[in-house]
């Protein structure tokens, strides 16, 4: 899925691709999300950054009323717990295999189910590419975790998601269904 739009209880919504026009808005509904949630855990010190991570796939936007309030990426795997428990767990080989990303729905989006949208955006991604989507969430997301396991995720096992100066949080290592 590339693009999808549908009037919602809080006005029209949309997700698309990203473009590079983008950043600056996605900067800022980062930030919102930071401070309201504390996510990501690394901070957004470089937001701009984070947003572009390593092996970047393709990356969705989310709209309210033409504001951008949501972002969500996948890319190519790397290291990832989500990875190896994939690989280990169903023999999956590493090339049918992307990573979610960078998913969050700034507050003031928030109640349009663009969180749901961005996730079927990747998901739809891992389906037009041939590719399982793996991805993990931080324990203490758990709004993030009841959607994901209401969308059919499967939890692979736990981890720890690692940052900064050897700072560590639990985290669950999810696949997404193969058909959402």
């Known amino acids: ?25 996605c900067v800022q509904a980062l930030k919102d999300v930071y ?3 504390g996510y990501p855990v690394e901070g957004v010190s470089q937001a701009e950054k984070w947003l572009f991570p390593d092996g970047l796939l393709e990356a969705w936007v989310a709209e309210v009323d033409g504001d951008v309030v949501g972002h969500a990426a996948v890319s190519e795997p790397r290291d990832e717990a989500a990875v190896q428990m ?5 023999g999956t080989p590493l090339d049918q295999i992307a990573v979610a ?3 969050f729905v ?17 998901f ?7 590719r399982r989507i793996v991805f993990d969430v931080m324990t203490k997301d758990q709004t993030a ?14 981890t720890f998601h690692q940052f900064g100066d050897n700072q ?8 997404a269904p193969v058909s959402a």
Request: glycine share 12%; net charge positive.
């Open 1 to 25: 899925m590339t693009t999808s739009e549908s009037p919602n209880r809080n006005g029209s919504t949309l997700v698309r691709v990203r473009t590079a026009g983008d950043i600056p808005a």
């Open 35 to 37: 401070a309201v949630d």
């Open 86 to 90: 994939l690989v280990e767990q169903a």
């Open 101 to 103: 990303a960078r998913l």
């Open 106 to 122: 700034a507050p003031k989006g928030r109640g349009n189910a663009l969180g749901r949208d961005l996730a079927v955006a990747v």
């Open 124 to 130: 739809g991604y891992g389906q037009q590419h041939g």
């Open 145 to 158: 975790i009841r959607l994901y396991e209401r969308m059919g995720c499967i939890r692979l096992g736990t």
């Open 168 to 175: 560590q949080v639990p985290a669950y290592c999810y696949v």
